[in-house]
C-alpha cells in the first residue's frame, strides 16, 4: 500500500522560496555578467555617439586634404555621425601623424596615415613603430606624381632640366612637401638616377610649393597632381610623371621609366588610429571607410586629383606597411637620407 506523505504548508512555502531565491539569485548573476562582460561590446554597439575627429597631416586645399574630406563625408553619413577633419601640418606629414599615434584609442580620433611613417620612424622623426603602434583601418588611394615647371619656364623637357643641372649642380631649384616625404625622396631618387644634384626646397605641403613655382620663385615643382588644374589652365607643363604607367588624364606626358629613370613613386594613403582600438569599434570603422573608398562619391573625387584607388582592407593594409618598411630600411642606406637630415 503506498504511503501518502502529509503536505506541511510552511515547509512547502520555505521551499518555494529557497527555489525562488535560487532562480533570482541566477538571474542576478546572468545580469551582473551581461552588465560587466559585454561592456565593451555594448559601448561600440552604441559608436559613434559624438562627433570622430579626424587628423589630416596636411595643410588644407593639397590633394590628400581633398581626398580624406571627400572619404569623410561620405563615411559620416555611413555612422551616423559627422567627421571633423583637423589639419595638422608640419614636419612631412608627421606632426599629426604623431597626435594620431597619442590619442585616446576610442575611437573618436582616427586619421590620414602617409606612407612615410615607414620612413620617418627609421630617421628618428617619428618615435614609434608604424608596425606595432598604430591600428590600421583601410589603403584608400594612391597619388599622382610628378614634375611640372611654370609655362614661362625655359625648360621644355625633362632632359633641358637633366641638361641645365649637369651644367650648374645645384642650381636649379625644385619645390616639395617636406624633408623626406614622397615628393622630395622621389626626386632624389631621379637625381640619383639621372646623375645631376639638384636644390630642394622644402615646404610644409604641397600647396605652398605650387604658388611659389607659379610665381616663378622656384624652378621645379615636385608634387602630386595638385599642378593637373594649372596644367590644363595653361600655367605649369608637366614633364614626367613617377607611376609605373601614364596618367589617362596626361597620357601624352612619358614617365620618368619611360624617359629612362628606373624610378617609380605612387605613396598610396590611409587611414588608422591609435594603438588598442577596440575591436568591434574597428570593425565598424573598417566597415564604414570600406564602403566610403568604393562610393561614387569618392571616387569622383579621385579621378579629379589623379588618384587611382588602392584599397586594402585594414589587416591587408597592415601587412602592405611592413613589406614597404623593410624597402626603406634599404632606401635610405641608399639615399644617405640620415645625412640629408642632418644638413637641413
Known amino acids: 500500500m503506498k504511503r501518502e506523505i502529509p503536505t506541511n504548508p510552511l515547509r512547502r512555502r520555505l521551499l518555494l522560496g529557497a527555489g525562488a531565491a535560487t532562480a533570482a539569485g541566477a538571474a542576478g548573476i546572468t545580469g551582473l555578467a551581461s ?6 561590446a555594448r559601448a561600440a554597439s552604441g559608436y559613434p555617439e559624438r562627433p570622430i575627429t579626424f587628423i589630416c597631416p596636411w595643410p588644407v586645399g593639397g590633394t590628400a586634404d581633398q581626398s580624406m574630406r571627400a572619404l569623410c563625408q561620405v563615411a559620416s553619413g555611413l555612422l551616423k555621425q559627422s567627421i571633423v577633419v583637423e589639419n595638422r601640418a608640419g614636419a612631412s606629414g608627421m606632426i599629426g601623424t604623431r597626435a594620431l599615434a597619442r590619442a585616446k584609442p576610442d575611437g573618436y580620433t582616427i586619421g590620414q596615415i602617409p606612407i612615410s611613417v615607414t620612413r620617418f620612424s627609421q630617421l628618428g622623426m617619428l618615435e614609434i613603430d608604424p608596425r606595432r603602434e598604430l591600428t590600421y583601418l583601410a589603403r584608400t588611394s594612391g597619388q599622382t606624381f610628378g ?39 622621389g626626386m632624389e631618387q631621379f637625381a640619383m638616377a639621372a646623375g645631376v644634384r639638384f636644390n630642394a626646397i622644402a615646404y610644409k605641403g604641397g ?23 594649372h596644367v590644363e589652365a ?32 605612387e605613396a ?7 594603438a588598442g582600438l577596440d575591436p568591434a569599434v574597428e570593425s565598424r570603422l573598417r566597415e564604414a571607410f570600406r564602403a566610403a573608398v568604393g ?30 618598411y623593410e624597402q626603406e630600411t634599404q632606401l635610405i642606406q641608399r639615399l644617405r637620407l640620415k645625412e640629408l637630415l642632418q644638413q637641413t
Open 234 to 265: 595653361g600655367k605649369l607643363r608637366l614633364l614626367a610623371t613617377w607611376g609605373a604607367q601614364r596618367t589617362p588624364r596626361f597620357k601624352d606626358t612619358p614617365t620618368l621609366r619611360e624617359l629612362g629613370y628606373d624610378v617609380v613613386v
Open 147 to 185: 614634375i611640372a615647371v611654370p609655362a614661362s619656364s625655359p625648360y621644355e623637357t625633362l632632359q633641358e632640366v637633366v641638361a641645365a643641372a649637369k651644367a650648374n649642380p645645384g642650381k636649379v631649384t625644385y619645390g616639395h612637401a617636406g624633408v623626406g616625404g614622397a615628393t622630395h625622396v
Open 207 to 229: 600647396a605652398q610649393a605650387l604658388q611659389d613655382v607659379l610665381a616663378g620663385q622656384v624652378d621645379l615643382l615636385a608634387d602630386s597632381s595638385s599642378w593637373a588644374p
Open 268 to 274: 598610396p594613403n590611409g587611414i588608422g588610429a591609435p
Open 295 to 324: 562610393s561614387d562619391e569618392f571616387r569622383q573625387v579621385a579621378a579629379r586629383i589623379d588618384a587611382p584607388v588602392m584599397y586594402l582592407d585594414g589587416p591587408d593594409y597592415k601587412k602592405y606597411i611592413g613589406t614597404v
Open 35 to 40: 552588465a560587466l562582460l559585454p561592456a565593451a
